[in-house]
């Protein structure tokens, strides 16, 4: 199956390298790489659900041990601070989930980001 090839390929440092090719595209305007991710996410694409909630996932759990567990005590999730990739990619997932996928510029990336380690061609 696909998602357990992704699921096993999804790491922290592929997600860190997908993200920082879609920053460099994004510098240098390449909004060729950025359609495919966003067109897999107005299609509710499978495999970029399982990237982007695993991604999203691994980024929390990095934002946790960075941060230290003074924040994970609090009971109330929306009192807890992640960063803003963190909640970009927490956002990216929900926005793809819920259908709501649109082209709101920072997102486009991270649908790029989650597109490229899919291993779609970009």
Known sequence: MPS???????????VEYAYGRAIREQQRNNMAFAEVGLNAAKRRDPQLLVVLDKAANIMVKEDDYQRGTTKMYS????????????????????????????????????YAAGAFLCGYQI
């Open 4 to 14: 357990i090839e992704l699921e096993n390929f999804v790491t922290l440092k592929s």
């Open 75 to 110: 009971e109330i999730e929306s009192e807890r601070r992640y960063t803003t990739e963190t909640q970009l990619w927490r956002e990216a997932y929900r926005m793809v989930d819920e259908g709501k996928a649109a082209e709101v510029p920072h997102l486009m990336w991270i």
